[in-house]
Nanobody, 126 residues
Framework: QVQLVESGGGLVQAGGSLRLSCATSGRAFSTYAMAWFRQAPGKDREFVAGISWSGGRIYYADSVKGRFTISKDNGKNTVYLQMNSLKPEDTAVYYC???????????????????WGQGTQVTVSS
């Protein structure tokens, strides 16, 4: 059974950096768009960053643009989220997600994804 496993979360001071990883055992990883979402306590899950199956299209939520970078290593079946200049409002559980269709450009809607990781906690102290 294909799974997504996130890692790299933790506690960091404001202005610091973290890199999240999301690894999968799926052999068809390279054919899927991937994305990162996050959910803060008491709030809905929100889109953070997405990348198309080929890596040719990358897009971000306005709140993280210029600070976060998503990348995809098809050889390692892993998608990354590099987070710089972290702010307390970035505190949330971060989830990676796999697109429901192959060879897609991805979407900022959670409905476009059919497989989710268990989440990794990111806490940014002020």
């Amino acid at each position: 059974q294909v799974q997504l496993v996130e890692s790299g979360g933790g506690l960091v001071q404001a202005g610091g950096s973290l890199r999240l990883s999301c690894a999968t055992s799926g052999r068809a990883f390279s054919t899927y768009a991937m994305a990162w979402f996050r959910q803060a306590p008491g709030k809905d899950r929100e889109f953070v960053a997405g990348i198309s199956w080929s890596g040719g299209r990358i897009y971000y939520a306005d709140s993280v643009k210029g600070r976060f970078t998503i990348s995809k290593d098809n050889g390692k079946n892993t998608v990354y989220l590099q987070m710089n200049s972290l702010k307390p409002e970035d505190t949330a559980v971060y989830y990676c997600a796999k697109s429901a269709v192959t060879y897609g450009s991805g979407s900022s809607s959670s409905r476009a994804y059919d497989l989710w990781g268990q989440g990794t906690q990111v806490t940014v102290s002020s």
